[in-house]
């Protein structure tokens, strides 16, 4: 059992809490304000009926007149009819702006990811990062949508302070008008007012201290739970080498047993904190209410405020002690959400430490973008070996360019740099002789449209995967689908250009098989029509007759634009203008199949003789 303390003072946890609350105003302004005002209308209402309730009970024990008796009933129930209704429709209005918690946890991720630095997105302590924000939210039930819920709450306990505040300002001012003697002299005395006041003092800080000192607790015991919860599942996933084992029942029963009895445990001594916590908060509390009954009742009973108001102020009161407490609860439950803050803004405050120029990338009918690689080296971070090693190369335009090389020799890291996903260890490339890092890199990113491994096709409609928009040019759309051979098969569907690909949002989409989300993704490329072209390895998942459908297509269809396309498949290169061979990150040969095939103490040599057998 984790005896850790947590160590975050109160005012970092504060600074966390109100960061939390800035993101969340940027986020959905609307759900705090009708929050706010519902809050406060809601704590308002018993009060109202609090204090009307009281005022009759007086005027009944000073023997008011039937009429006024009548119009105080007529104003209450008039009242709260109409306070009700209010209330209703101030729900209504704060349920409305609901729906924004979505945006709150995993699409606020999503918009992040969306913006960060590639490296980032790329490194598995990113990755990891992640998936500790994900099981503090799944498995530890926090989040940023939490501090919606801690808001209502914590203004709500508020509100319900300063109006019970509010009701009882008289209790203390009203003094009786008898005769100063004995018993109403102690009581009229200003001292027993403060003694009640010290007493209700006492009573808070007790809460405060008893929260302070027990939630800490509790938070690093249930995260903990979370936590072995997560790993649990991570570690008995289903794989093959649990299929073929048999050991099924093994993982499960393990995996049961772990949870149980660590849940017990932490039942236990959550139990056992609860209980120390809870004997001294309730024995403050009976001793506060004792007295303070005893204080009202004998105001009420020398005749100080009539007996309506003993109710008012007993009644104002307890719900003062309760709305203490239940802002100590909420402050609490912020700061065990704070476990899942921290990461949150570890994850925002990635470094993005990519210089982007401003520098406008000319726009040109006949593509001549020359770009240049000039004795660039690159290392991943926090690698120490060179993924590419002092490589020079100047693109022609419209020639077609072939990658080959062996698994980790440095092609798709020349395209990643290419496309500024990362920048050069050492050297420099050069769009028209200037640093690329120049160039606006929104208007960069343009010249290059790229089909990469690990294409993925999103599951929305088959117009809006090929244009990558929301609203796109349907046109354009179905003469890239035609360019790949997808224009038969799409045309045939009911909803054609609408038709959602794959079944994750909608249950009509249609599945497709792997060679044509590869064809989808190769009309995406199509559809941006940017000057440079490239294919990284598109058809690793095809046999070699539908590779060879796709190369002779991508020949087909790039016109006059330079295209790069990486295969390991030789025989697919062969007819490209001209080869790269890439080695340890460097390029080692260049040149035509024919010329390179005819040097045979080369590397091409090498490899197209390894793979020659599959070709005859
Ligand atoms: P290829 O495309 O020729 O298979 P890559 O360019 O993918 O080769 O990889 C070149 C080298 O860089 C390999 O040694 C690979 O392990 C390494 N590498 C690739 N991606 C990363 C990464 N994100 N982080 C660290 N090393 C990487």
Redesign the pocket.
């Known amino acids: 059992m984790t005896k850790k303390k947590n160590r975050r003072s109160l005012k970092t946890d504060l600074v966390l809490i109100l960061r939390g609350y800035r993101v969340l105003y940027e986020v959905c302004p609307q759900n705090i304000i009708w929050t706010t005002i519902n809050s406060i209308a809601q704590q308002f209402a018993p009060y109202f009926t609090l204090y009307l309730s009281a005022e009759i009970i007086n005027q009944l024990t000073a023997g008011a007149s039937l009429r006024t008796l009548f119009m105080l009933v007529l104003v209450t129930v008039t009242g709260q009819l109409l306070l009700n209704a209010s209330l209703h429709r101030l729900s209504l209005k704060q349920e409305e702006t609901e729906s924004i918690k979505f945006e709150l946890n995993e699409l606020y991720m999503l918009k992040v990811e969306c913006r960060m630095q590639y490296k980032h997105l790329?490194?598995p302590d990113t990755a990891l990062l992640r998936q500790k924000i994900r099981n503090s939210s799944i498995y530890g039930g926090n989040g940023l949508s939490r501090l919606l819920q801690y808001y209502q709450d914590l203004f709500g306990a508020i509100a319900n302070i300063i109006f019970s505040v509010s009701f009882t300002m008289s209790l203390f001012r009203t003094v009786s008008n008898a005769g100063l003697t004995g018993f109403t002299a102690f009581v009229n005395h200003p001292l027993s007012a403060l003694v009640l006041l010290a007493l209700i003092g006492l009573n808070i800080t007790a809460e405060m201290l008893s929260i302070y000192r027990f939630e800490p607790r509790h938070t690093n015991l249930w995260n903990a739970f979370a936590l072995r919860l997560s790993r649990c599942r991570s570690y008995s996933d289903c794989n093959a080498d649990v299929t073929v084992l048999g050991a099924v029942g093994l993982c499960i029963e393990r995996c049961r047993r772990i949870l149980i009895d660590y849940e017990n445990e932490c039942l236990r001594e959550s139990l056992k904190i609860s209980e120390k916590r809870s004997f001294i908060s309730r024995a403050m509390e009976t001793v506060t209410n004792l007295v303070l009954y005893l204080y009202i009742g004998a105001k009420a009973y020398i005749g100080t405020f009539g007996v309506g108001n003993f109710f008012l102020y007993t009644g104002s009161v307890d719900k003062f002690l309760k709305a203490v407490s239940n802002f100590g609860s909420s402050i609490s439950g912020l700061r065990r959400n704070n476990d899942y803050l921290v990461e949150l803004y570890r994850y925002l405050d990635l470094p993005d430490d990519m210089y982007r120029g401003t520098l406008s990338v000319e726009k040109r009918e006949d593509n001549k973008f020359e770009i240049e690689f000039r004795n660039v080296s690159f290392r991943?971070?926090?690698?120490d070996?060179y993924?590419l090693k002092n490589v020079s190369f100047k693109f022609r335009i419209g020639e077609r360019l072939a990658f080959v090389?062996?698994?980790?020799?440095?092609?798709?890291?020349?395209v990643?740099l290419l496309c500024r996903l990362y920048d050069p260890t050492e050297g420099r490339i050069l769009l028209k002789g200037i640093d690329i890092s120049k160039y606006n890199y929104d208007e960069y990113v343009k010249l290059f449209s790229v089909v990469f491994q690990d294409y993925f096709t999103f599951a929305f409609s088959l117009g809006e995967n090929v244009s990558a928009l929301q609203d796109y040019d349907a046109e354009k759309v179905w003469s890239s689908l035609k360019k790949v051979g997808l224009g038969e098969k799409f045309s045939q569907m009911e909803r054609g250009l609408e038709t959602p690909l794959g079944t994750d949002y909608q249950n009509d989409g249609v599945e497709i098989s792997g060679g044509e989300a590869q064809k989808v993704a190769l009309a995406r490329a199509l559809y941006k029509d940017a000057p440079y072209i490239i294919l990284?390895e598109p058809t690793a998942a095809l046999d070699p007759i539908a590779e060879a459908e796709v190369y002779s297509k991508f020949n087909e269809i790039v016109e006059d634009k330079t295209a790069i396309y990486?295969s390991h498949r030789l025989s697919s290169c062969r007819l490209a203008d001209k080869i790269l061979v890439?080695h340890d990150?460097e390029i080692v040969q260049q040149g035509s199949h024919d010329r390179l095939v005819a040097d045979t103490t080369g590397k091409y040599y090498e490899l197209w003789n390894a793979q020659a057998q599959y070709y005859t």
């Open positions: 790329e490194s991943y971070p926090g690698s070996t993924a090389g062996m698994n980790g020799s440095g092609k798709t890291t020349f990643k990284d990486i890439f990150g």
